[in-house]
């Protein structure tokens, strides 16, 4: 399948032409318009410091319904025993740029390059995109970041400094756009980490058919707040 070169005009290509891999296309911006476009189709952005940008939709996808969390018992003890103070939307900006530090096994680099960090962050201060953060004895722990359009959150990354802290952050996420009666929570691609919470792989085509339904919701947009603490 040809991966496409996109123009200046803010369109993408049909997501169902990606190969399973999902590389669906290169080039563009990162503008606000073409970010909102790309999840509204079920596209999201995914490259290196050095590359252009490149734009994926794999098949299957990993979703997470809320519904369906798991918790394990161990963090179900963690969490009663009230060792992290949670919030949301307190420290956005802290949050990406933590998970941009995180260097995977044989990889020296990140995704979240500095273009990637502006964006984002001109998403959370359009109402957008939310983060929750874990904080431990005043300090930030941990934390999870991702952009909400309808009743879908799309999780981009998360961190952790203090063990647990990004798990409590995450399963504060789930709770509260559950709360929201959200649809879905996209993860991307299949992680043995977000499985163990009750994520699922479903065909690409289940998704976007999914997905174009729960965006006939409104977007929750504007700060959001916890009331766990």
């Known amino acids: 399948m040809p991966v496409f070169l996109l123009s200046d005009e803010t369109v993408f290509p049909p997501p169902h032409l990606a ?54 018992k161990s963090l179900r003890k963690v969490i009663k025993k009230d060792l992290f103070q949670v919030t949301m939307d307190l420290a956005f900006a802290e949050v990406i740029k933590s998970c941009a530090k ?49 009743n879908s ?31 879905m929570i996209d993860c991307q691609v299949a992680t043995e980490h977000l499985i163990r919470f009750g994520a699922r792989e479903i065909p690409r085509v289940t998704f976007l058919r999914q997905l174009k339904k729960s965006l006939d919701a409104p977007t929750q947009k504007g700060k959001w707040s916890l009331s766990l603490t």
């Open 19 to 72: 190969p399973r891999d999902g590389l669906l296309a290169v080039g563009g911006d990162l503008s606000q318009e073409r970010l909102l476009l790309a999840y509204s189709l079920g596209i999201f952005p995914w490259f290196s410091k050095g590359e252009p940008i490149l734009w994926w939709s794999p098949d299957p996808r990993l979703v997470l319904y809320p519904h369906e969390l798991r918790i394990s």
């Open 102 to 150: 995180i260097r995977r096994r044989n990889d020296p680099g990140t995704w979240i390059v500095e273009d990637m960090i502006e964006a984002y962050c001109k998403l959370h201060e359009s109402g957008f995109a939310h983060s929750v953060e874990a904080w431990y004895e005043g300090e930030l722990a941990g934390g999870v970041y991702g952009v909400s359009i309808g």
């Open 153 to 183: 959150f799309f999780g981009e990354s998360m961190f952790t400094r203090v063990c647990n802290a990004s798990k409590v952050a995450f399963v504060a996420l789930v709770e509260h756009v559950k709360g929201l009666s959200f649809d």
